[in-house]
């Protein structure tokens, strides 16, 4: 075809017309079951954990037998099964290409759900990273270059999946022949693949070359698009594939579904009760809404899934509802106007649509002094293009209370304390004043509940942290409780652990909100993995809280590392593998830290014969106001370190529980950690109040600093001068715990540097069980006056200065 044919115009016009800018995304895919598939018994050479890159390829039609290759290093080797989330995968076969390469045969149940299912390879050495595969409805068929000209497509059939990749610059065209009448719906599966920042953009060409539809973000499938038509004329129509802002690589694959299935962009209302018959409205596909009656969950959930389906096929993706226990209450049009306001009760869910740019929605409800409410809404977490504000106000016009979005997320949430009894109004609006029939929401009106959501805090930046346990070993996580409308302390705790895996876990103080956990295998555990489950519960009796979890997978991000697409996991993922190398032991203190101080923490490891290597040591985590040198190793061949840890004036008083994580390279990298051992941060033993010094060069003097004994301590301490500065020293002085104030005599040579020294310290060490008790007091200052004539001479003084009590 030449470069200026009509068509080719007419694509170029179309799509270069629409190059877009990123906007943000928000992902929130999340499974609630898990299956440990095939466990295959292979001998396994030591290796590290294994990481997942990609899939080839990254999907496969339900009800069908499929093969993909899982592709990364140390994937291949001594593959124990695959940890999958949902059910309808069965793993019927496992085969190490390599060692880098695992090739699974897969069986799709015929009622297999579409869309993501996450997945992790388990190795006799390492659980993987979360890779998303992805189960579609129609035939699959791949891109078969060259396809980059509008004039000459791939030819494809209707109703199939086409897997194909977006080179930089490139162009992918598909034809399709339709009759008129016909439906067409498009959708793309680019960036929820979840392998790099992949903005694709569709076009529809009718027959004539002139574009009869286009998209580049749909609302419900995030950056990705898909569309609906009606094909007013039969005959080919080009299906259109390019990146929004014409780049690409090698990673920016794609799964388009080109068929006659519905696509609709909204359903109306996004929500219902448990249990219940909910009548809902399949909005914006090319055939018209319909009515759809769908039975609700009998459980409350944030996210029922639901695909639109009708006798020529059912949506790739789905649309979602929230499931909880309070009345819908539907707008009531017009309701633009205070006066016009739809009546809800105080607790309840206010559903409705911004349907036209401009448009305000109120909702009227009576209220109590004293009574909160929490109003959240629900827009773009369920898919909506909406981004809404609350507002809330009296009757009169007054506004009391807005928001526009929650802590970083998209949609808006505030706690509403009325100020007396009596009838308010809720409005909702978009922020840029724009709207439409798929603008939909759900604003959700309850009492404020205790909720605790708990997560595993990232041990290496933007990878969501597994729990590999060695046969025989120990490893350990850290876990983040967030609070709201819940205090006093809490039990964390996992639960239906694998046989002969068991954890320990400190009480989370009411007033802290990180606590280490420590999981430990026995030597005969079997090698499994699988997901369990992660919860908080209050540490009184009596008390109710809700608990959730939700870990965040890193798939894609973009500019500064924002989220651009994530997934979030309901139950984390444990592995019991082969036994490491090396074991690790923590020396518990027996003396305290205290605060201006430090100490050692003394790691002891016990080596397999043969293992030499260095092994990297770190805190797993540091009380507040405490630090450590975490760039330490236990030296090659050697079997203890001692690590650092330095506690600063504000250290929190307390026994924490401590751990130290070890890792090697063992053709990757294997972790362990220490056991739980106690850490008292105590205050220091005295207060040292400073003076100012000054005296002349050649002229000795005497630094007398008052001091105040907190602890008792027994026997002598030993006290020495620090930041002197050069050609003035001071001998170290000795006390004990009768002392009221101690004496340094200062030699100052004729030499010494002449100034103000205001960085003078005294470092404090006395003896407790046996241990070193290190405290730096500081600061002070010395002044040096420049020698003076012969007769001049004066002995040095005390001044006043400023005090230093520490």
Sequence with gaps: M???SPIQQA???????????????????????????LCVVMSAARAGEPRLDRLEPQGAQRGTVATIDFVGPRIGKAPQGLVLEHPGLEVRKLESVDGNRLRAELALAADCRLGIHPVRVHTATGLSNLVTLHVGALTEASEAEPNDSAGEPQMIELDTVINGVVKPADVDCYAVEL????????????????????????????????EVAFCDDAAPAHQDAFLSLIAGQAGRHVVV????????????????????????????????RPGEKLEVRWIGDAAGDRTETIQLPAEAT????????????VSPSPLTLRVVDVPNVLEVEPNNGREQATEMPAVAAACGVIDADGDLDHFRFAAKKGQAIDLRLYAQQIGSPLDGILRVYKLDGRQLAANDDDRGEPDSYLRFNPPEDGEYLVRIEDRIQQGGPHYVYRIEATRPAPVVDVRIEEQRRYESQTVVVPRGNRTAIMVTASRRDVGGPLHVTAGDLPAGVSVQTPELAGDYNRVPMVFDATADAPVTAGLYSLTATPAEQGKQLASRF???????????????????????????????????????MQAPLVQNGSKNLQVVAERDEGFTAGIRIRTLYNPPGVSANNSLSIREKENEAALPVTAGGNAKPGDWDMVVVGEADVDGRIVVSTQLAKMRVAP??????????ATGQGVDAEYVIPLEQRTPFDGVAKLELLGLPPGVTAPVVEIDKTAEQVVFPLTVAADARVGRHRSVMCRVTLTEAGEPVVQTVGSGELRIDPQKPPGEQAAGTTAAGAEDKS
Excluded: K
Aim: charged share 20%.
């Design 2 to 4: 030449a470069a200026n």
């Design 11 to 37: 694509l170029d016009n179309a799509m270069m017309s629409r190059l877009a800018t990123v906007p943000d995304a928000f992902a929130s895919w999340r499974a609630t079951r898990t299956i440990l598939a």
């Design 179 to 210: 009759q008129s009448g016909d439906r067409l719906s498009v959708e793309i599966e680019g960036l929820r693949l979840g392998r790099t920042f992949f903005d694709p953009a569709i076009a529809v060409l009718g027959p004539d070359g002139a």
């Design 241 to 272: 594939v390019r990146d929004s802002a014409m780049q690409g690589n090698d990673a920016s694959s794609y799964r388009l579904h080109v068929g006659r299935f519905p696509r609709p962009a909204a359903v109306y209302p996004p929500g219902g």
């Design 302 to 313: 944030d996210e029922f899934l639901c695909h639109a389906a009708d006798e020529r096929g």
């Design 550 to 588: 939700l870990q965040q997978t890193w798939l894609v991000r973009g500019r500064n590392n924002f989220p651009v697409w994530n997934y979030f996991a309901p139950r984390p993922a444990i592995a019991v593998t082969e036994p490491a190398p090396f074991r690790l032991r923590l020396v518990e």
């Design 684 to 693: 220091g033993h005295m207060g040292l109040t400073f003076g100012t010094v």
